[in-house]
């Protein structure tokens, strides 16, 4: 069987390993508070499922420490319970759904890395009639000076990574593949951010491959083929 999560709230310190071999089924979202900790372990898959209204879309909010274990040759994978090509035929439809970006909503962290992670087919969060919310990123960075490093974005709705407005961050030896939006940066002060973007790579569908708003940044060795 898959690891089902429905409304789940993690207590504390939980763990994800993938030591049955099978996909974690994210049902409802995913909420850590700051006392918490979920950390998940090299190779293990999450798979979020569909839902087709988009204020509805299932998000991964982690306002406590997310510590992602995984490694350059054995990654954690965020993606679609529709992607048959991590974690088999979740839905079990054969090939009657393929994923698509949007599919689910995104993943927010408040920790100081992101790293070795595949990340897949989401990236769509409208609440524009209720709340006036319209959060359409795939990973939305708000630590002041996290680190995204080594990790493959693959068909995001609109953003791949998306920061708040801070000036330390750093995004590095990450690819971007048919994201609407490879890199989406606020800034807070044009003159005094010491965030590095270096050695990325985008391709194939972007309309914007890196955009930066409100702060400079230097872009060394970045590949962009829109």
Known sequence: TIDHLDNYHPRIKVSWDNSLGLPYFVANNIILTAEDTLSIGAGTIIKFAYHDTERYKYKMICDGYL???????????????????????????????????????????????????????????????????????????????????????????????????????????????NCYVGIDCQGVNPYSSTASITNNTVTGGADVGIQLKGFQCPLWYQVIRL
Not at 108 to 129: E, K, M, T, W
Not at 148 to 156: I, K, L, P, R
């Open 67 to 177: 510590d992602l274990q995984g490694t350059s040759t054995n990654p954690v994978v965020f993606t679609s319970e529709r992607d048959d090509s991590y974690g088999g035929d979740t839905n079990g439809d054969g090939v009657t759904t393929y994923p698509a970006a949007g599919d689910w909503g995104y993943i927010q962290i408040h920790s100081p890395s992101f790293s070795n992670a595949i990340v897949r087919y989401g990236g769509r969060f409208h609440d524009l009639y209720v709340t006036g919310i319209h959060q359409d990123y795939m990973l939305w960075v708000q630590h002041p000076d996290a680190t995204v490093s080594n990790c493959e974005f693959t068909d995001s709705y609109r953003s791949a990574v998306y920061t708040d407005p801070v000036n330390d961050f750093t995004i590095t030896n990450s690819s971007f593949t």
